[in-house]
T-cell receptor
Framework: EPEVTQTPSHQVTQMGQEVILRCVPISNHLYFYWYRQILGQKVEFLVSFYNNEISEKSEIFDDQFSVERPDGSNFTLKIRSTKLEDSAMYFC??????????????FGNGTRLTVT | GEDVEQSLFLSVREGDSSVINCTYTDSSSTYLYWYKQEPGAGLQLLTYIFSNMDMKQDQRLTVLLNKKDKHLSLRIADTQTGDSAIYFCAESGHFGNEKLTFGTGTRLTIIP
């Protein structure tokens, strides 16, 4: 069964550094998402992306965050200047369609980001 | 805003049925989902139900939706050790699956 793949599985970075988290969505999917889960807390929506632009973003997704689909397969999340509170598990997801009709989100295994 | 609540822990004997409950606040929810997270792994979609349905069955899994009470449950029949995981309830709003709101997750522990 096709799956969403994320790299790396674990990223350690120093505060103030830039990080790029990478995702390869399922190939025929058109909608892409980033969620995060701070340890012990709920999974939170960050951003959704369709047709090469952001379609919705949460309050968490401030100017330090950006997303890009640089080619036909990758979908990336960039954090420009990491803070300690950015430490979390970041999940990428994709879905075939918008609207939920038989089009659930499929998640990757996540990238654990640790900011020191 | 939308909120989804679940109890944090559930322990069940192997072979018994597990029932994981979830309540949500958004009356315009269109789809409700159950995801499973095993240790160190991602979120695996188990099943989902459209809001105009009351029940959906898929092998050992039964989802019940009470839209009036905004209550969703997941029943796992004949619970096995491999069912040990955290189970997340999630809902999507009126505009579909742009944004999922997740519950806190219920950690299911199987007692041999």
């Amino acid at each position: 069964e096709p799956e969403v793949t994320q790299t790396p599985s674990h990223q350690v970075t120093q505060m103030g550094q830039e990080v790029i988290l990478r995702c390869v969505p399922i190939s025929n999917h058109l909608y892409f998402y980033w969620y995060r889960q701070i340890l012990g807390q709920k999974v939170e929506f960050l951003v959704s992306f369709y047709n090469n632009e952001i379609s919705e973003k949460s309050e968490i997704f401030d100017d330090q965050f950006s997303v890009e689909r640089p080619d036909g397969s990758n979908f990336t999340l960039k954090i420009r200047s990491t803070k300690l509170e950015d430490s979390a598990m970041y999940f990428c997801a994709s879905s075939e369609n918008r609207g939920g009709h038989n089009s659930p989100l499929h998640f990757g295994n996540g990238t654990r980001l640790t900011v020191t | 805003g939308e909120d989804v609540e679940q109890s944090l822990f559930l322990s069940v004997r192997e072979g018994d049925s597990s029932v994981i409950n979830c309540t949500y606040t958004d009356s315009s929810s269109t789809y409700l989902y159950w995801y499973k997270q095993e240790p160190g792994a991602g979120l695996q979609l188990l099943t989902y139900i459209f809001s105009n349905m009351d029940m959906k069955q898929d092998q050992r899994l039964t989802v019940l939706l009470n839209k009036k009470d905004k209550h969703l449950s997941l029943r796992i029949a004949d619970t096995q050790t491999g069912d040990s995981a955290i189970y997340f309830c999630a809902e999507s709003g009126h505009f579909g699956n742009e944004k999922l709101t997740f519950g806190t997750g219920t950690r299911l522990t199987i007692i041999p």
